[in-house]
Structures are given as C-alpha cells and as structure tokens.
C-alpha cells in the first residue's frame, strides 16, 4: 500500500483505539503464539531463572507464555495441562512430576510439541533438559575429600524414585564416597521433608553424631541447613562445611560466603524453549533428545582445608 494509506490507516487505529481479535487471528493462522510452562514448584531458585530464559526465548518470536504451578501435584499437573490445552498453547514445557506418563506420552502420540526440564521421564521419549546431576555431587564430595573431610553427609528430600535429579544426586554422591574410600554412614543421609530438615539435624547434633560436612542437593534444602546452624550457634565452617547446588543470590554476602555448584540455569531455559520452537516449526521429522548441562563449582568461604 502506498505510504498515504498507511498512515490514514495508523490514524484510524489510533483514534479508533483498535485492539486485534486475537482468536480470530489463531483461528486464520493456526497458532496463538502462546506457549504454556508447567513447573513443579516456583519457589526454587532453578524455576524463576530458566523461566526468565523461556521468557526472553520467546519474546524473540513474539510468543507469550503462560505459567502454572503443580506443586509437584501430579492432579494439578494433569488439571494444567489440560487447561493449557482447552486455551490451544502451540506447545508445553513441563517441569514434570513424574506421575502422568501416560499423559505425556499421549502428547507425543499426537505429535504436540513437547519439552521436560530439570528432570526427565524414561519411559517418554521427549526432549529433556537438565543438569549433568551425578556430576554436581561428585564435584561436592571431591572437593570436601581433598580438604581433609571424612565424615560427609546429604540433605535431601524424601527419596522418590520418579524425581530423577534427587535420585541421580544422591546415587552420585554415594559413589564418589565409595571412589574416595570414605565411609557410608546411613545416619549422614538426611532424606526427610522439608519441614523436618532442621529437627533431623538438631537429632544428629544433640547426638554427637553430626558429620563433618553436608552436602545440600538444591536452594530449599541448603536453606534449611542454615536456618540449622544458626538455630545451634555453629560456627561455619570450622565446626561444619557446606557445599549446596544452586548458586543463591545471597551465596557471595552471606558469613561465611558459601561454597556452591551452579546450575547453567539461562542455557537451559533457551535450549529448553529452541527445542520447542524446533517441534512447533515442524520442519523435518524430530528426534527427541536428552540434554546434560554440566554444573560449575564456585569456590568460596564454607569450607576450609583441615589441620591433622
């Protein structure tokens, strides 16, 4: 059109205070340019910051996102997806319970686009992001090993078979001990709910038994953990060492500064929604694949090398 209509047409739009019919305009082209993320718990630090990557992946391609919240509800979850699904989001991201396979795989039957993050379902062959999680304990343990550290022990939530990254971290940490020789003592494992973290600790303590060092497997539990030492007035890292996954915001102002292994939370989020796009464009025929992130060591103050 010439240049005279387009601004006869750009006055009328804004005189008239004209808004685009967004269905009619999915219905004309297929798409709503939306796509729906499902997470298992907002609160962890991994979810708001690969979701800021999902976010930015998308504004690039002009899509929206929608977000919910399973709280690791596998009826929530299913309840979302479903949601998602009724409003015709052009794919999902799913942060997985572990509990709907048979909903995922149903999904991929359909060829809907499909992507898990942080963990994966081995059953449903779908793209999967997450972290190189034996890895990350491994680092942990060797770097407590080689400052003298004998006595370690885990921090983890209740050990759930379908919650692929806690079973990996701990598995992970159990073979750098036994690689190390250092012993496996069942009372260093601390595998409760996270309300009971603290009262599991303080039993150790009050006990005499309380290890040397502790491994926290994600932000929630190494809160936890401090909320522990400063209840008990322990000193860090002279009485007891941390190392967590996820490298917190408060990590490098905190006293001591804490040692952590960071997770490559931005990589992921983009690889995570590339991999979508990748399905919604449908340009050749998808081989769903599973990607390990490998973590990063971030060496700081709570922990120290031992004297003999």
């Not at 680092?139 to 939530?157: C, Q």
């Not at 973290?197 to 809160?223: C, H, V, W």
Request: hydrophobic fraction near 40%; charged fraction near 25%; proline fraction near 6%.
């Amino acid at each position: 059109m010439s240049e005279e209509t387009r601004k006869r047409i750009a006055m009328a739009i804004k005189e008239l205070g004209y808004q685009p019919n967004i269905i009619a305009r999915s219905l004309k082209q297929k798409t709503t340019m939306t796509i729906g993320v499902v997470v298992f718990n907002i609160m962890h630090m991994l979810t708001t910051q690969v979701l800021h990557a999902i976010e930015e992946e998308c504004q690039e391609r002009g899509f929206h996102v929608i977000v919910s919240n399973s709280d690791d509800d596998p009826e929530k979850e299913k309840k979302y997806i479903e949601m998602l699904r009724a409003k015709q989001v052009d794919g999902l991201i799913i942060f997985p319970t572990g509990k709907n396979a048979d909903i995922y795989q149903k999904l991929l039957e359909e060829r809907f686009p499909l992507v898990f993050v942080d963990r994966m379902v081995p059953e449903v062959k779908a793209d999967a992001v997450l972290l190189d999680n034996q890895k990350a304990a491994e680092l942990a343990v060797e770097y407590f090993a080689e400052r003298g550290y004998e006595h370690i022990g885990i921090v983890t939530p209740p050990l759930v078979s379908h919650i692929v990254p806690r079973m990996e971290r701990i598995e992970g940490f159990r073979q750098a001990l036994v690689k190390k020789g250092l012993p496996v003592v069942d009372d260093y494992f601390i595998t409760t709910e996270i309300p009971r973290i603290q009262k599991e600790l303080t039993r150790l303590y009050e006990s005499g038994r309380l290890p040397e060092a502790l491994f926290a497997i994600n932000d929630l539990t190494l809160m936890e953990v401090l909320y522990f030492i400063k209840g008990n007035h322990i000193n860090t890292p002279d009485e007891l060492a941390i190392i967590s996954i996820d490298d917190v915001p408060f990590a490098h102002v905190y006293t001591p500064t804490l040692t952590t292994i960071s997770q490559p939370t931005f990589a992921m989020g983009k690889k995570a929604a590339e991999r979508l796009f990748l399905q919604i464009a449908k340009k050749s025929e998808h081989q769903p694949q599973v990607f390990r992130f490998s973590p990063t060591f971030i060496e700081r103050g709570s922990v120290k090398e031992k004297t003999s």
